[in-house]
């Protein structure tokens, strides 16, 4: 029945649309009188991308009909030279090749419409696999590797403890040394653990993870990272958290290899009913050649996981200097409650 529906609405228009051309050649005919066939063009072409092929020869036919019948010598009759029937089959012609060309064309739109959509789907699909699978990693490397390392540390405290009246100096200081080395080994497999998933994210949400995420930036660089109107308690999906994370640590990332700046101002708020995060550096600023290199994967990957969120990033250079990076998010397509830090879950 909806089939029924829409194929007698395609072709009810493709039958409108000639008659509405009609009445605006006749209302316009002292101005238009030689460029009354465009109008037929246009409602054929209407007809075609709205309703097809189909529709649009409907439309071609009764398109000519019309001419023919109003317009060519003599009038309101089904008649006329061999010239007039001529001119009527080239315009019958560039009818179906407009109709053909029209429907080619937006097949084509749709087919692209739908491979972005798919990729896009496809894309968000990889996203969530790929932050499941830092999940896990980081879970087993701190977890197994992490314990496995502490315990092997206590192994060989213990067998300095033991050793420490029966060997040498030469002895003891390689097992001093290879407790530093066990000791340097537990900090990497914690900061490798924390770089694929920060435990905060889960544990105490987006904010908080934003200011441990800013203080490590500033700790490891030197570069001082001011965090302002920071709001507590925002009501974000765990995907949706995750990805404004991602968009903060790929920004900072840009500033630290790229910007040669020495301050950044990092505000998360929430306005009428958007998250907005702004990311501002006082670096060199970034040109638009290089933000639309073929090198810019770190921007595309923003650009990404803002359009799957359905919001908003704005990428610009500032006049005295530096870049800026506004994102927005509406939080009501991507809400999942307030974070509560006493218990630790959203509400």
């Keep these: 029945m909806r089939n029924l529906r829409s194929t007698l609405i395609r072709y009810g228009m493709a039958g409108i649309l ?16 030689p460029f009354a066939m465009p109008l037929f063009l246009t409602a054929i072409v209407i007809s075609a991308w709205q309703g097809g ?54 097949r084509a739109q749709i087919k692209i419409t739908e491979s972005r959509e798919e ?11 790929v932050e499941a699978e830092r999940t896990r990693i980081s879970r087993e490397i701190h977890d197994e590797l ?4 502490t315990g092997l540390k206590f192994d060989v405290s213990r067998l300095r403890e ?5 060997t040498g100096d030469a002895e003891r200081e390689r097992l001093d040394t290879t407790l530093k080395n066990i000791d340097t080994a537990i900090q990497s497999v914690r900061r490798i653990a924390t770089e694929l998933r920060p435990p905060v994210l889960d544990a105490l949400g987006l904010t908080a993870a934003i200011e441990w995420q800013a203080a490590d930036f500033q700790n490891r ?13 925002i009501p974000l999906s765990r995907e949706g958290a995750t990805a404004v994370f991602r968009i903060f640590q790929e920004a900072l990332t840009n500033v630290a290899r790229h910007a040669a700046a020495t ?13 907005t995060l702004r990311i501002g550096d006082n670096g060199k600023g970034i040109s638009a ?10 921007i595309v990957g923003m650009q990404e996981r803002v359009r799957l969120l359905h919001g908003e990033i704005s990428i610009s250079e500032e006049d005295a200097g530096g870049t800026v990076i506004n994102v927005s998010i509406p939080l009501e397509s991507n809400q999942s409650g307030a974070f509560d830090r006493a218990t630790g879950e959203l509400r």
């Design 289 to 298: 050649t290089r933000m639309n290199g073929s090198r810019s994967l770190g």
């Design 162 to 166: 033991a050793a420490t009246g029966n």
């Design 18 to 33: 000639p008659t509405v051309a009609l009445a605006l050649a006749m209302l316009l005919w002292p101005v238009i009188k």
């Design 119 to 129: 990729l896009r789907a496809l894309s968000t699909h990889l996203q969530t696999d």
């Design 221 to 233: 660089t030197g570069i001082k990272c001011r965090l302002q109107g920071i709001d507590e308690d």
């Design 146 to 149: 992490g314990q496995a390392l």
């Design 53 to 106: 092929k189909g529709p649009g020869l409907l439309a071609t036919l009764l398109s000519g009909v019309i001419i023919d019948y109003v317009f060519i010598t003599p009038q309101y009759q089904i008649s006329g030279t061999w010239d007039d029937v001529g001119r009527l089959m080239v315009f019958g012609l560039e009818g179906f090749l407009l109709s053909w060309l029209v429907v080619s064309r937006r």
């Design 263 to 275: 301050e950044v101002d990092v505000d998360l708020e929430r306005a009428n009913g958007n998250l």
